[in-house]
């Protein structure tokens, strides 16, 4: 099975802050991979789709990147209510793996 | 408005059967699959497995498989998944998700049902 492994496990950033958070699959997904955040008792929510694509709605301080086995989801600028904690999932085939997520404060 | 609606919180005994519905409204019942996922207490995102309503195939994680059976109800737009065998590490938010099906290639899961946790203990 592939394995998405997701860095860092958790920061700390300031508002304003650029943040970058790296997941990577042990074998090549092509671009089928998602971002999503999960904030504090909620129900995940599907940022990023296709590597890159955002999903309506979603702030475009959000941006992805990547593909094959190395992938990017960086907050241009952060924000209070961006505090949440964020999962990679592949989604090409069985296991649909997550990423063991990143959680991310607000220094 | 697409909404996926999940059954009630569940307490169960070690060694018993769990079963979840997940019901489906806004959108056709047919050309999605339906996944679950589960989230043990302060843990990460845990994938189940896939029910395809409109042929009842499934596809189960392999950590599940021989526990888990998913079915569905066309003519309610419901999903059920039963876990068998429980024990405390069962005890987690199962959630239903929603993937499109469309053209031959794989799309996220876009709208999740609200949770259903399940506590396990003696």
Known sequence: DIQMTQSPSSLSASVGDRVTITCRASQGISNYLAW???KPGKVPKLLIYAAS????GVPSR???SGSGTDFTLTISSLQPEDVATYYCQK???APWTFGQGTQVEIK | QVQLVQSGAEVKKPGASVKVSCKTSGSTFIGYYVHWVRQAP????EWV???NPANGGT???QNFQGRVTMTRDSSHSTVYMELSRLTSDDTAVYYCARETVSGGTWY???YWGQGTLVSVSS
Do not use: E
């Not at chain 1, 694509?53 to 309506?56: D, K």
């Not at chain 2, 302060?42 to 995102?45: F, I, T, V, W, Y």
């Open chain 1, 36 to 38: 999503y955040q999960q």
């Open chain 2, 42 to 45: 302060g843990q990460g995102l």
């Open chain 1, 91 to 93: 989604y090409n085939s």
């Open chain 2, 59 to 61: 596809n189960y994680a």
């Open chain 1, 62 to 64: 959000f941006s992805g």
């Open chain 2, 108 to 110: 996220p899961f876009d």
């Open chain 1, 53 to 56: 694509t955002l999903q309506s």
């Open chain 2, 49 to 51: 497995g896939w029910i």
